[in-house]
């Protein structure tokens, strides 16, 4: 995934990165969805007919990271929503367990 746009110069370490969340960008890949979206099943329902929907989101909002994970899980217990700071591509099965907690 090609890097978000930033207004920082060389060494600036204080400059804040600007993100345009109608941007275009790249989408996930559909095997990184996939994987994902078997992780969260296995991890985070117990209901083998839950509705698992996987996304990648960008924020603009102070204190939000620029790319998080969104996990959706609607099951016989309701619709939960789960959030991992890190783009798609780099999520791990531990993040999926961690948002489970």
């Known amino acids: 995934m090609a890097p978000a746009p930033t207004a920082t110069r060389p060494h600036d370490h204080h400059a804040t990165a600007m993100i345009d969340p109608f941007g275009a960008r790249e989408r996930p890949q559909p095997d990184h969805l996939r994987r994902i979206k078997a992780w969260a099943a296995e991890l985070l329902t117990a209901d083998p007919?839950?509705?698992?929907?996987?996304?990648?989101?960008?924020?603009?909002?102070?204190?939000?990271?620029?790319?998080?994970?969104?996990?959706?899980?609607?099951?016989?217990?309701?619709?939960?929503?789960?959030?991992?700071?890190?783009?798609?591509?780099d999520v791990t099965r531990a993040d999926v367990a961690i948002a489970a907690v």
Request: aromatic fraction near 0%; proline fraction near 12%.
């Open 49 to 89: 007919d839950a509705l698992v929907v996987v996304s990648e989101i960008r924020c603009a909002e102070p204190g939000c990271p620029p790319v998080e994970t969104a996990i959706m899980i609607s099951d016989a217990n309701g619709t939960h929503l789960r959030k991992i700071p890190c783009p798609v591509a």
